[in-house]
């Protein structure tokens, strides 16, 4: 994954963009970029390593380093960014998040057709980015470029431009699976994946591009360069994971959201009589707790946190690049609360079962300390897919996904053929499923929102609601 800010300021843009694009950290934790332009300086950028530490620290000099009353800035799990680019559109910095899938077609096609190159990473990997601005320039004009690269990629991928002049193009992806929104107030107009962030610096929400939509701002405003297209296809787990709480996406707020689906799940177990004596519910921290208050807020039962995650020197358990490690820091951030765990009955909400890698550890966890009954719930259906729009997951094979791996031990390659039978806990595969996942993660009992639930909590059409990940559907 990964989000960008940028800024066209009456001032200096420097400071905003660096405390924007810091709010977009929970979005990647590979690199960090900022490039700003200024009359008489021009075009400058800096780019450091963040997987050991926070973006803000490795920035903190940028005020002396920076400055322009144009700045973009990008936080990206993939490859570095922003870059600067010369071409017969004039010099120019980009930024470029979401997926390529045919990276490797796209790159082989316009070296040929060019007699070009394009520069190598140290793996001998082509930047991403850079291939998005070598399709920008086939083009006569840049508008054409963005629209012509984003019809040319297997994907999505929104981009940011500043321009030489100082003034930033801003292009939401054809489908709008990612957001970009406009902020504007008296000093300048900003471009954010994430609303929250320019509504902390004093921006007020000015406009939301709409799919493939591509707009320029200045510091007055902003000037539609090409109109949104009809179809959109916005990612769900915007809401259910990966987006921040208190952003706002297409006019839904992500922490309501995640109150009414965790309400849906619980009237759902209401339902089917699988709240007996349950005496705390708890969420998995920290994007499952929201879900987890509007479980206990629907069924009555306390909400609590049995364990405390220890953040002030272990941020985030996902930073390291090995598994192993990444489960060891987990391992060290819970705190257990002894009062709320021994001899009680648990049930747990996450967002999502994705992989299923730290989820035996946590459990084991709470049985050593006491813990009676562990029950578990996702706040979204089983994970069948990778994600190819957007690659949220981090999972590199289908078979990484526990959901998968759990299929295979049932029934072999012929059981793919049923994933929507596992994926209905009404079913008898369905039920196979979840009974296989409780024996294997020693959970009392586990049930899935259904995707009819996601798209209720979202309460966007479903037409224009990205599924992927749970249905296999385009």
């Known amino acids: 994954m990964g989000g960008f800010f940028g800024a066209v300021c009456k001032h200096d843009a420097v400071e905003d963009v660096f405390f924007g694009t810091d709010y977009h950290s929970h979005l990647g934790t590979r690199r960090g970029g900022m490039a ?11 780019i450091h390593n963040i997987q050991n530490s926070p973006f803000r620290t490795k920035f903190e000099k940028i005020f002396e380093e920076m400055s322009g009353n144009s700045a973009i800035g990008c936080i990206s799990d993939s490859d570095p960014q922003p870059l600067l680019m010369r071409s017969a559109h004039g010099t120019y910095a980009i ?14 096609k316009y070296l040929c057709e060019s007699g070009g190159h394009f520069t190598t990473m140290t793996s001998g990997k082509i930047n991403w980015t850079e291939l998005v601005a070598a399709i920008i320039g086939r083009k006569e004009t840049m508008t054409e470029g963005i629209k012509f690269a984003q019809s040319q990629i297997d ?15 801003a292009a939401r992806d054809r489908l709008g699976r990612t957001p970009v929104i406009i902020g504007k107030n008296e000093g300048g107009c900003c471009a954010s994946f994430e609303s929250f962030a320019f509504q902390k610096l004093g921006y007020e929400t000015e406009h939301e591009l709409g799919p493939g939509e591509i707009v320029e701002l200045t510091s007055d405003g902003y000037t539609v360069l090409a109109e949104p297209g009809k179809e959109m296809k916005i990612c769900s787990f915007l809401w259910t994971y990966y987006g921040y709480s208190s952003s706002n996406y297409e006019g839904v707020n992500v922490e309501a959201m995640r109150y009414r689906d965790g309400n849906i799940l619980a009237k759902a177990d209401k339902e089917s009589g699988l709240l007996d004596d349950i005496d705390y519910i708890g969420g998995f921290p920290d994007s499952g707790t929201p879900h987890a208050i509007g479980y206990a807020n629907a069924c009555g039962v306390p909400f609590a946190r049995p364990y405390i995650k220890y953040t002030p020197t272990w941020a985030r358990s996902f930073t390291p690049a090995k598994q192993v490690d990444r489960n060891r820091v987990a391992k060290m951030k819970q705190i257990p609360i002894k009062e709320l765990i021994e001899n009680k009955k648990l049930l747990f909400v996450d967002d999502s079962i994705v992989r299923g890698t730290q989820l035996r550890e946590t459990v084991e966890f709470l049985h050593e300390h006491g813990a009676k009954e562990v029950h578990m719930r996702s706040a979204c259906p089983p994970i069948m897919y990778c994600c190819k729009y957007l690659n949220f997951s981090r999972a590199n094979s289908e078979m990484d996904l526990i959901a998968r791996r759990v299929i295979m031990e049932l029934e072999g390659e012929a059981g793919f053929d049923y994933i929507e039978e596992y994926s209905d806990g009404t079913t008898d595969r369905g039920k196979n499923l979840r009974r296989a996942l409780c024996e294997k993660f020693q959970f009392d009992s586990l049930e899935f929102q259904t995707l009819e639930g996601i798209v209720k909590s979202i309460g966007i059409d479903e037409c224009k609601l990205c599924t992927y990940c749970w249905t296999g559907k385009e």
Do not use: V
């Open 36 to 46: 700003a332009y200024g009359e008489g300086i021009g075009l400058q950028r800096e």
């Open 95 to 108: 930024c470029a998040i979401g997926m390529i899938n045919n990276a490797d077609e796209l790159i082989e």
């Open 155 to 169: 994907g999505s991928i929104s981009i940011l431009i500043l321009k030489d002049n100082g003034n930033i193009i």
